[in-house]
Antibody
């Protein structure tokens, strides 16, 4: 079954970091990029960037480039998103999604809720 | 950054009716770089349309997309009960952005 399955919800404090995983199955992981998109409560979807699962190249949205790191483990078919310097405004559902480097997103993970609270 | 503005914010319609959703861009978008997604409460978005008018795999033909330049439209010809959801447009150029969404609700 072609799917992306993300790690579970996280509760963390301001200033901390969070790392979310996204496991791909049912397709050749290295043929695609993995994008990260977040959705804060009541807000529109917000693109954070992508990692090319094949060669590891990354592109980050300017808004997040100082705080976010994308990595991948091709042996495990997993992509990771780490966001540092967390603040309350980072409370959101974070999705991974499959795409090319300049394409639509045709497969989405179920989302991971990250709650930042003191 | 290209800002996408969707209208209306909410569309109240009955099953069987036609839905027309608009997406306007702050600057011209390549027709090959415009997509539409459907999102139901508590679920991930689902790709409906890419390249302005191409339906994604498994999407019924009651969904259609059109437009060019700065004005794009998603049309649902006859609403089915499962179509009541929030719809987002996205431009996927070098720095992708999404619209704020249109909620299609049961009247």
């Amino acid at each position: 079954q072609v799917q992306l399955v993300q790690s579970g919800a996280e509760v963390t404090k301001p200033g901390a970091s969070v790392k979310i995983s996204c496991k791909a199955s049912g397709y050749t992981f290295t043929y695609y990029a993995i994008h990260w998109v977040r959705q804060a409560p009541g807000q529109r979807l917000e693109w954070m960037g992508w990692i090319n699962a094949g060669n590891g190249n990354t592109k980050y949205s300017q808004k997040f480039q100082d705080r976010v790191t994308f990595t991948r483990d091709t042996s495990a078919n997993k992509a990771y998103m780490e966001l540092s310097g967390l603040r309350s405004e980072d409370t959101a559902v974070y999705h991974c999604a499959r795409g090319g480097t300049v394409t639509y997103l045709d497969l989405w993970g179920q989302g991971t809720l990250v709650t930042v609270s003191s | 950054e290209i800002v996408l503005t969707q209208s209306p914010g909410t569309l109240s319609l009955s099953p069987g009716e036609r839905a027309t959703l608009s997406c306007r861009a702050s600057q011209s978008v390549s027709s090959s770089c415009l997509a539409w997604y459907q999102q139901k409460l508590g679920q991930a978005p689902r790709l409906l349309i890419y390249g302005t008018s191409s339906r994604a795999t498994g999407i019924p033909d009651r969904f259609s997309g059109s437009g060019s330049g700065t004005d794009f439209t998603l049309t649902i010809s006859r609403l089915e009960p499962e179509d009541f959801a929030v719809y987002y447009c996205q431009q996927y150029g070098s720095s992708p952005t999404f619209g704020q969404g249109t909620k299609v609700e049961i009247k």
